[in-house]
């Protein structure tokens, strides 16, 4: 069958978009012909800003690279203008004079930046901030000019104002309104955005109209002049002052035009050939500049362009998440309030932190916040499903941890988000697609996510939430190491590197001291960097920091996981899984006196009591005297064993003794990821030691030690680490090298990937090879254990009828600062 002619003009995202769209569609449906102005494949216009900065590379921006267009056999011209559409012929003719013929044609072409037509708009040193190339020519001016001046106060206009400054030009943002971001916040948001950029440098002229730039005798830019005769030197100019829809194209063919290529709800103009999407488009009387409904037009036009015919585009309830130089913004839906609405605001400016709710008839209808977005999402799925929020109204401010039990803490925030949930807002993907493809796909990083949903592949913003989902398929098998760019959070720009060194070295004993010393944005903190803080201080400081136990996430203060149905699992502690029979009749009558629906033995051998009621859980660990397994916290879980030469004929040592002394040495310590164990009686591994993250395997001569496994959904093996002769070496080897993990890892990295980043010689170096530094390190370990223990853990029940070997006697140092 002889394949039908698409031709599409505009090779921007929402044009590519609608092939990816297509090409899942129906593959082998067209014959593809795209046409792009500029001299490059697909890339990210939004992460045009990180160029400008620095901070990436053309090629970092790069959607869709040569190679994709070539393996889905798409002719892809590049540098390659349309000048006119023969609708009669179905042609189209590129300004070289050649002529393609189609039997659909796609208008993607965007929008073009709107020129102030002020005299001297045309001479050197006036630009644009559009595209790639516009970008260059700002790089370049910033090498050897020193004035800028930025005339627009929207998101534009300061991104390109933060890149030029951070290219050390000196800046001046002119805007002709009272606010900056008019179109994003409200007066009290825009006021504290302003005061924060000022303290970084940059300098704005408000209610100021151009008149003119003026230029000198050869053509180039040296000033600008506002109305009223005001003139300000300037070197370069950048007009951020909008966009408006490329209809150009459109025009000469006699398509109607609107302000846009006016389209119905199948994203088809007037003429039923042709079909439209992106920012050229108007529909119902909308041109949307987001890319989130661009995205969502793709879809649709995609969908019409495969003849399925089963899709239509109502337009698009739009919400804005932005990082404007660092600062995070959110905006959505009537966020100005007026007649007939309430709002509920929360304002902290030497915190940086503001927040405004508006209500009306029962149902928030916007929102606007500042410095603290973390729940801008949340926010919108109410305006979106406009459903009462009378039983919210008392925790709406406070965000969606306090209106439910799982509390807004790290992965716990997605247990109960429903699989319709749109998560990125700009590809328009659901929490379904992603745990989908997590699950179908065997993803484990968020780059891997972004390839094959596109989540978190746009603005970005959605990167957390994306984390935590992948967090709770995947668990530990998660690999979201922090990278050393990475800020903490979206409250500082410091890496946890910054922020531990600074917690080190000025000596800084509270999450309070640490953010008023590092100027934190958000003076509560938020979900991620309150635990990842008290850890580090914790840490750092153990004797002095005071754990703050509204830190740790919902499971860790009740001590019980929490399940999808709402329910609770505990799980006692049993020293290397050894219990006895007085354990077990107290484990038995709790599950009959709760009416506990399951008793399950774990991989890591204990009993886990599955559906504890909240309302039951004191009286469950009161009736179990028994202290917690800590399965749902950052530190010691389990140390697994098998029962080695007292009972195995294969046992070459006292595997089951090995793993309680572990056990008991290291209970109570906190890490920066859950740390698992086990010690098998000989090199049969029956305990699985070798996919632990201390794993201890017995030989006829000693003890083998390996370390940084993880068992998880993604196995990793486990690497050796040292061999030794006896238990108090193997106490001390495994305590140094989880004290140098405590000390250099970051929170939230596992073992694997601690060692990943630092690597196994290091490791070795530290503590194998040095034994001065391993049993200065152990004994920091056993100082710290003195304060980090709670009562559930130094209650012990001793297993009966147990030969046990005795931890060893360690002093403890002075008040010296660990080795973060």
């Avoid at 913003?461 to 922090?482: R, T, Y």
Wanted: hydrophobic share 40%.
């Amino acid at each position: 069958m002889k394949k039908r002619k698409l031709v599409v003009v505009g090779n921007g995202m929402a044009g590519t978009r609608t092939l990816e769209e297509l090409l899942e569609l129906a593959p082998d449906l067209y014959d593809i012909t795209v046409f792009g102005a500029e001299p490059y494949p697909n890339y990210n216009r939004i992460l045009l800003s990180p160029v400008l900065t620095g901070e990436q590379t053309v090629q970092d921006i790069i959607l869709n690279d040569l190679d994709w267009y070539r393996e889905r056999h798409i002719d892809l011209r590049l540098e390659s203008r349309i000048v006119d559409i023969r609708r009669n012929r179905k042609e189209v003719v590129a300004e070289d004079g050649s002529v393609t013929r189609y039997d659909r044609l796609l208008l993607a072409t965007g929008s073009n930046p709107v020129i102030l037509p002020v005299p001297g708009h045309e001479l050197q040193g006036v630009v644009t901030f559009r595209d790639i190339r516009d970008v260059k020519l700002m790089i370049e001016a910033a090498g050897t000019l020193r004035r800028a001046i930025v005339i627009g106060g929207g998101l534009l206009g300061l991104e390109a104002a933060n890149g030029l400054a951070a290219r050390g030009m000196e800046v001046a943002v002119v805007h002709l309104g009272t606010n900056l971001l008019d179109r994003q916040l409200d007066g009290q948001a825009a006021g504290l955005l302003r005061a924060s950029l000022e303290q970084r440098g940059l300098e704005f002229l408000m209610e100021r109209q151009t008149e003119a730039i003026l230029g000198t005798d050869d053509g180039r830019v040296r000033g600008i002049r506002f109305a009223g005769g005001e003139e300000r030197p300037a070197d370069l100019i950048v007009m951020a002052v909008g966009i408006r829809p490329n209809t150009d194209l459109a025009e000469r063919a006699g398509i109607h035009t609107d302000r846009g290529v006016v389209v119905n709800d199948t994203l088809q103009t007037y003429d039923p050939s042709i079909y439209a999407v992106g920012e050229c488009v108007s529909h119902r009387g909308t041109a949307y500049g987001l890319v989130a409904p661009l995205f969502e037009q793709a879809k649709v036009a995609a969908n019409h362009l495969a003849f399925f015919g089963i899709s239509r585009y109502p337009g698009s309830v739009t919400s804005t998440k932005l990082k404007v130089t660092g600062i995070d913004v959110f905006s959505a839906g009537d966020f100005v309030g007026g007649g007939g609405t309430e709002a509920i605001t929360l304002a902290d400016p030497m915190g940086g932190v503001y927040k405004k709710l508006v209500i009306r008839d029962d149902k928030l209808v916007g929102a606007c916040l500042y410095g603290d977005t973390v729940d801008g999402g949340w926010y919108f799925r109410l305006i979106k499903e406009a459903r009462s929020i009378d039983a919210l109204r008392d925790h709406l401010m406070y965000g969606e941890g306090s209106a439910g039990d799982t509390g807004h803490a790290g992965q716990n925030s997605v247990v109960g988000m429903p699989d319709s949930t749109e998560v990125c807002g700009c590809n328009g993907v659901c929490k379904g697609t992603i745990v989908k493809a997590i699950r179908e796909q065997g993803l484990f990083t968020v780059d891997e996510i972004k390839k094959h949903t596109k989540a978190g592949s746009s603005c970005g913003s959605c990167v957390g939430l994306v984390e935590q989902i992948l967090i709770n398929c995947v668990g530990g098998a998660a690999n979201i190491k922090p990278s050393t760019e990475k800020p903490v959070c979206g409250c500082t720009d410091f890496t946890h590197g910054e922020v531990r060194r600074a917690i080190r070295d000025h000596h800084l004993v509270s999450i309070a001291q640490a953010m008023e010393f590092l100027e934190w944005r958000n003076s509560d903190g938020c979900a991620t960097c309150r635990p990842a803080l008290n850890y580090y201080v914790t840490c750092s400081w153990p004797g002095e920091a005071r754990d703050d136990a509204q830190s740790h996430l919902a499971n860790e203060r009740m001590h019980a996981n929490i399940q999808k149905d709402g329910t609770y699992s505990v799980v006692p502690r049993m020293w290397g899984g050894v219990t006895t029979p007085a354990e077990l009749r107290r484990i038995a009558d709790v599950a009959d006196k709760y009416q506990v629906p399951m008793v399950k033995v774990t991989g890591g051998q204990r009993i886990d009591l599955l559906g504890v009621r909240k309302q039951d859980l004191p009286a469950v660990w009161k009736d179990l005297d028994m202290p917690s397994g800590h399965a749902y916290g950052k530190g010691l879980r389990t140390v697994k064993t098998c029962v080695g030469s007292e009972f195995c004929r294969f046992g070459t040592q006292d595997s089951t003794a090995m793993g309680i002394a572990l056990e008991k040495d290291l209970v109570g310590m906190s890490s920066p990821h859950k740390v698992k164990l086990a010690v098998s009686g000989c090199p049969r591994n029956c305990a699985e030691s070798g996919i632990k993250d201390v794993g201890v395997i017995a030989v006829d001569s000693g003890w083998e030690i390996y370390v940084g496994g993880n068992g998880g959904i993604k196995t990793e093996v486990a690497q050796f680490f040292a061999k030794v002769a006896s238990a108090e070496a193997v106490l001390e080897h495994a305590g140094a090298f989880l004290q140098l993990y405590r000390e250099e890892a970051f929170y939230l990295e596992r073992t694997c990937h601690y060692l990943g980043r630092v690597g196994l010689d290091h490791a070795r170096a530290r503590v194998v090879d040095d034994a001065a530094n391993r049993a200065a390190l152990y004994q920091r370990l056993k100082f710290a254990l003195s304060f980090e223990r709670d009562p559930w853990a130094t209650r012990v029940q001793e297993p009966a009828a147990r030969r046990e070997f005795e931890p060893l006697s360690v002093e403890p140092l002075s008040t010296e600062p660990l080795g973060a």
